[in-house]
T-cell receptor, first 115, second 110 residues
Framework: GAGVSQSPSNKVTEKGKDVELRCDPISGHTALYWYRQSLGQGLEFLIYFQGNSAPDKSGLPSDRFSAERTGGSVSTLTIQRTQQEDSAVYLC?????????????FGPGTRLTVL | DAKTTQPNSMESNEEEPVHLPCNHSTISGTDYIHWYRQLPSQGPEYVIHGLTSNVNNRMASLAIAEDRKSSTLILHRATLRDAAVYYCILRDVGDNDMRFGAGTRLTVKP
């Protein structure tokens, strides 16, 4: 998606290891979202950052999941003690200003595989 | 969140129009109707959104029923590149997130 990069594109890890997924939007997007998509499923909302407000963490599936956003730009999603059910594509999205923040631009995602 | 109902899959022939339906009978007055699509191995991309009136943009048209309980995404001339999963989503102006369902998988046949 325009203006959002994610890294790594693919991550294979062993069960029990911690992983960090990165989202790097171009500057100026105040709202940032994390979603995950399991194989063949729709998107599942995880967390939302809006400016300096406290993030909406209501979608995080467990306390093994956490996210931060530094300087209002780059965001990192951390999964501790990964489990096989964490395997999914993790997508980051930001709001687009061109349509009055009504649309979201998605990054290409990080495909996480937990063995 | 108000829910939407879409067919699991649809087929279309190339260069023909496609009408993708979405039912949202519990829509509220402040819910916007958003459509996104997800091409294979890519993140979702915005297609169009509207509130009450029909909307047109370079990608598609959105026809909203008078009672707003249903809407239709119209691709005027399907191409092979339009093969994707299309998501119809309701989003209240005060919502932080977009709740994506399973969507409609559109297959375009040459």
């Amino acid at each position: 998606g325009a203006g959002v990069s994610q890294s790594p594109s693919n991550k294979v890890t062993e069960k029990g290891k911690d992983v960090e997924l990165r989202c790097d939007p171009i500057s100026g997007h105040t709202a940032l979202y994390w979603y995950r998509q399991s194989l063949g499923q729709g998107l599942e909302f995880l967390i939302y950052f809006q400016g300096n407000s406290a993030p909406d963490k209501s979608g995080l599936p467990s306390d093994r999941f956490s996210a931060e956003r530094t300087g209002g730009s780059v965001s990192t999603l951390t999964i501790q003690r990964t489990q096989q059910e964490d395997s999914a594509v993790y997508l980051c999205a930001v709001n687009g200003r061109a349509t009055g923040y009504n649309e979201q631009f998605f990054g290409p995602g990080t495909r996480l595989t937990v063995l | 969140d108000a829910k939407t109902t879409q067919p699991n899959s649809m087929e279309s022939n190339e260069e023909e129009p496609v009408h993708l339906p979405c039912n949202h009978s519990t829509i509220s007055g402040t819910d916007y109707i958003h459509w996104y699509r997800q091409l294979p191995s890519q993140g979702p991309e915005y297609v169009i959104h509207g509130l009450t009136s029909n909307v047109n943009n370079r990608m598609a048209s959105l026809a909203i029923a008078e009672d707003r309980k249903s809407s239709t995404l119209i691709l005027h001339r399907a191409t092979l590149r339009d093969a994707a999963v299309y998501y119809c989503i309701l989003r209240d102006v005060g919502d932080n997130d977009m709740r994506f369902g399973a969507g409609t998988r559109l297959t375009v046949k040459p």
